[in-house]
Each structure stands twice: as C-alpha cells, then as structure tokens.
C-alpha cells in the first residue's frame, strides 16, 4: 500500500488528504498536526473576536473525529514534525515527549505561516497580541471578555471617542492597516474599544487601488478610528505590560496592542531537508506543486504560486490558495497528474459598512517590471437603477496595458451589501484570460433593478478606460 504524509492540517493539508482519499480508497494517508485544531476558517478569527461568531468550534470545518471515522485518514494532532529525511522517505515527529518515524511514498509540506512580529521595542511585553491562530484568536476574545466585565464597573472616559458612550473600554492600538489590522478595527471598536491604527506605510490597504484605501481610510475616521499614515512604530512602552505606543511623531497612551503586519511562511522544515525556496522566500514549486524534491510537494501559505498577469512567482497567503493547490496535489497523488493553477491575488474586505475587493496588478512598478504600459482610471457610479428605493455608489478602479488594453488590475470598493465584492468577480475572469478592456465593455452582464444599473459600473469603467487610452 503506497502511503501518501501531509504535515500540516489545516487548508491545504486537509484539502490535499480528503481529495486523495476519495480517489484512491485504498491509499494509505497519514497527516501530523502540531496543534489541536484542524480545516479551520482562520479568516474568521475578526468576527470571533467581535463577537459575531459565538464559538471558536463554529470555524471548524469538518472535525478530526470526521477526518478520521468517516473519511478513513489517518489524522494525528498534536505531532510536531521536526525533520524530513528524503534519502529514506521519513519523517520524524515529536509527541508526548517521544519520537516516532513515519516512511512516505508521497509527502506533502503544508506547514503554513506565522504572523510577522517586526523589530519594535517592547513587543515582547504583556497585552501585545497577534492574531495567526485560533488559540490567538481565543486569548484576544478573553481579553474583550475581560475589558468589557471592568469596563462596566467604570466611569466614561472624557475622551472624544467616549463622548457618547455608557462605557469606553481602551484605548487600544492596532499595528499594521492590512487585512488584519481593518478588520481588527471594526472587531474592537463594535465593543466600544477607542482604535488607533498606525500604518508606517502612505495609506492603509496598500494591495488595493489608492483610491479604494482612500475610501476605506475616510470611513474609519467616520467610525471614530484615528489612522496614522506614514507612522512607523519604533517602541510599545510601558512596563510589564504595554502603556503606550510610540513613533516619531506620537505617543499614544494604549491598554493593549494587536500587531498584524503581515505573516511570513513556515519554511525551516523544509529548508532543512534541503526544499529550496524561491525568490519570495517561500517554497518554490511547478505547476503541480512539487518541489525539487522528487515526490515532495509544497502548498498553502508556506509555498509560492504563478501570478497569472506576470508569470511571476509571488507569495499570496488566501485560503482559496490553499485549498485550490492542495485538492490538486491530492489528485496528482491519487493517479491523475493536475496542475494546481496560478493566483491572480484576489481578495475582499470588509471595514464597518463598505466592502472592498481587489484582483490582479495594480501598482504600476509592478506592472512595468513585468513589461507593462501600465494607465489607471476610476469611476464612480450607482449601486441599482436610480429609481429604485435602495442602493448606493460604487467605485471601479481599472489598470489595464496602454498599448494592448490587456486588463491588469482591477480594485472595487461600495457600501456595504451594494456589490463590489460580487462585482469584482467579472474582473477576476477577464484579468485571469488576458481579455482587453473594449472585450469586458461588451461583457453580457445580467441586469435588473434592484442589483445594478443597465450599465453595470465595470461596464462603464471598462468604457471608460477604453475611451482614454
């Protein structure tokens, strides 16, 4: 029986196992996790944390009593993996305080990522937080728990943030004006935290279109989160605990801080092994996920993916990434070869009442380098037909070639509910085919009143765009 080892079981592991198992019963699939939990929605974290979600087993997908009494796996948690010898075809894991050797026909490297703790002083201190796992997730829900109990017992505080408020619990600070740190702003401020976001960057969400971080920064100052643009933070002060966070120009008095500035992909097991890395300093594959390893494949927010638009390597941690790349390698380990596909970085947003959505290359030294002419408009346009009682505005950011109107990018941002999310899918489609602008002017989109107007607004970016190049 040929014996096929993930080690890792979250997206792409379990993705990779469950699809091998159903195409070869008789396939003998052994994954080691290190933790407890497994095919969880980390994305959902922020909404636990808010408290939309009540329980973390609400993010669970399918349980380890699932994986292993009705799919056939053989799932091992709480196994830490911490050598792969591709000479014997082994793996060691570590348990209990023993080890035990594991031999594979087909090993799989799903090992994921951690979130980035940068150089700041005082990082280290009590009530410096990150959000990377569920049992993140949980010690920052149990510090909500904790604020919201004190804060009860409390007077208001004088600050603007409280004016209106029967309690204030904070302040708080977020590090980073990602996904994460957006996100993480409307979780705290929903339980009447004061938010201060710093962004050492120019503008928040800097993977979108500058004019749908505009739009996003203009509206958590709506919602009475304080952004600091262009606010590196060199030090998290206090004592045993965080008081303050400090940069150049501010110090801002803070009970607890979250650092969300990014993830970096686990890849030490691998490197040890002698897995080499690519260029992003993640995991370098082909197109079915292999490494230069023979019968060793990589997927996840551990390894890299083929942008459609450059034919560049790039490291794009989604969840669909994962999943995609791991059914595939499960397929190819099963008996039919398939590639796992290339990324074209598409992703979405939700910042209090606007959503937001991106896909493609939008920044234009990217595009240049890829050999690019690169041209950006925006429009703004209405939601629904203007005679129907709802609905509100969207923005469509286009970036296509000049020379060719090849699409590049596209980045939407709308109130919340009135379609940019949905709308983006359209871009996906012509950014992922190489269409030209004038061909997704002439994209038959379906049209009734209470979702769009006859010209949808990507219609009418695209004949925009169309017009000025």
């Keep these: 029986m040929s014996t096929f080892v993930i080690v890792g079981g979250d997206a792409a592991g379990m993705s990779a196992a469950s699809k091998a198992k159903r195409d070869d019963p008789d396939l003998d699939v052994v994954v080691f996790e290190r933790g407890e939990w497994v095919s969880y929605g980390a994305c959902g974290l922020p909404y636990y944390v808010k408290g939309e979600i009540q329980s973390l087993q609400d993010l669970v997908s399918v349980t380890p009593e699932e994986f292993r009494e009705e799919r056939d796996i053989d799932l091992r948690t709480g196994h830490d993996v911490v050598g792969i010898d591709p000479d014997d075809r082994t793996v060691t894991a570590r ?10 026909d087909s090993l799989l490297v799903a090992t994921g990522a951690r979130a980035v703790e940068p150089p700041i002083d005082g990082i280290d201190r009590e009530g410096v937080y990150t959000l990377g796992s569920m049992a993140d997730g949980k010690e920052l829900r149990e510090y909500v728990a904790r604020a919201r109990s004190e804060g009860d017992l409390q007077q208001p505080d004088s600050g603007p943030a409280c004016q209106f408020l029967e309690t204030c619990r904070g302040p708080v600070g977020i590090v980073g004006g990602g996904y994460i740190g957006v996100e993480m702003a409307e979780a705290l401020a929903a339980n009447d935290f004061e938010v201060h976001l710093f962004q050492r960057g120019d503008r928040i969400l800097k ?12 509206h958590l100052a709506k919602q009475d989160v304080a952004v600091y643009l262009g606010a590196a933070v060199n030090e998290l002060a206090g004592g045993d605990a965080v008081e303050a966070v400090l940069t150049d120009e501010e110090r801002v008095p803070v009970e607890m801080v979250l650092v969300g500035t990014g993830v970096r992909p686990r890849t030490e097991l691998a490197e040890d092994a002698g897995i080499e890395l690519g260029e992003t300093g993640a995991i370098a594959t082909d197109a079915y996920r292999e490494t230069n390893v023979s019968d060793v494949y990589a997927a996840g927010d551990c390894a890299e993916a083929e942008h459609v638009v450059t034919g560049e390597p790039v490291y794009v941690p989604l969840a669909l990434t994962a999943n995609r790349h791991g059914r595939a390698i499960g397929q190819t380990v099963a008996g039919t070869p398939t590639e796992g596909g290339g990324v074209a970085g598409t992703a979405a947003v939700k910042a209090f009442e606007l959503e937001a959505a991106r896909t493609g290359v939008l920044d234009h030294e990217e595009a240049r380098a890829a050999g690019f002419d690169p041209m950006t408009e925006t429009i703004s346009a209405k939601s629904r037909a203007g005679y129907y009682p709802e609905g509100g505005t969207v923005n469509v950011t286009l970036t296509v070639d000049r020379p060719s109107g090849r699409m590049l990018g596209g980045s939407l941002v709308s109130e919340y509910g009135e379609g940019a999310v949905h709308r983006s899918h359209a871009l996906v489609g012509a950014v992922t085919e190489g269409v030209a602008v004038g061909d997704l002017a002439n994209y038959d989109l379906a049209y009734a009143p209470p979702f769009n107007t006859t010209w949808d607004p990507v219609l009418t970016a695209a004949k925009v765009v169309e017009g000025k190049r």
């Design 207 to 218: 993977q979108f279109s500058e004019a749908t971080s505009e739009a996003v920064r203009e």
């Design 95 to 104: 348990h209990e305080g023993g080890t035990l050797t594991q031999s594979y």
